[in-house]
Every structure is written in C-alpha cells, then in structure tokens.
C-alpha cells in the first residue's frame, strides 16, 4: 500500500471563499483534527454524529459540518466503523452509531 497524502478540497459548486479555506488547510492540520475526533469518541464511546456534534469538546475546535466530515474520513481510513446500531435522532430519522476500531491511531 502506497500512502496518500490527506489534502483539504471544496465542492466545484462551493464558493471561493471555500477553495480558498481549503487551500489553507496544510494536511498536519487536518490530522490533527481528525485525531481530535478519534481522542473524543475513543473517549467517550460510541455515538451517532447528532449526539458527536451536541457533545463535542475536543482540543481542536470544530465545526458541526467538519466534525461529520472528519468523522467520514476516519471511516475511509478504518479507524471508525458502523457497530451495527441505529439510534432514532431528534428528527424521527434512523442514525448509525460509530465507533472506533480498537487499538486505531494509536
């Protein structure tokens, strides 16, 4: 396996105020955001994002939109997974449960 280097993106249709945020962003920043996540569940237990988002109060402040995306890409890495639990949000809509794998990103 070959290793990627994380790199911040915007969405084509975002503005450029985005692309701009996203060119910032050096890829030791987003580890340690995605770290800070990780930190947070890893102490706090498994959690749908509605109740990661409420909760949150990491060493890397966040926003909800970021905290569900550093959420994503913990998945993509394999450090989060589904435990195979739903949970009924506020809104009446059935959620995953995430958690991470144990012994990830230690």
Request: proline share 5%; glycine share 8%; no cysteine.
């Amino acid at each position: 396996r070959t290793a990627m280097t994380e790199q911040a993106h915007a969405r084509t249709s975002d503005p450029w105020t985005s692309h701009a945020a996203a060119a910032s962003l050096a890829s030791d920043k987003i580890r340690e955001s995605q770290s800070a996540v990780l930190r947070f569940l890893r102490r706090n237990g498994p959690m749908e994002d509605e109740r990661l988002v409420a909760l949150y109060n990491g060493d890397v402040p966040q926003s909800p939109s970021g905290l569900r995306t550093r959420r994503a890409e913990l998945v993509k890495k394999g450090l989060i997974v589904d435990s195979g639990k739903r949970i009924v949000t506020k809104s009446g809509r059935k959620a995953i449960v995430w958690q991470v794998v144990p012994g990830a990103g230690r």
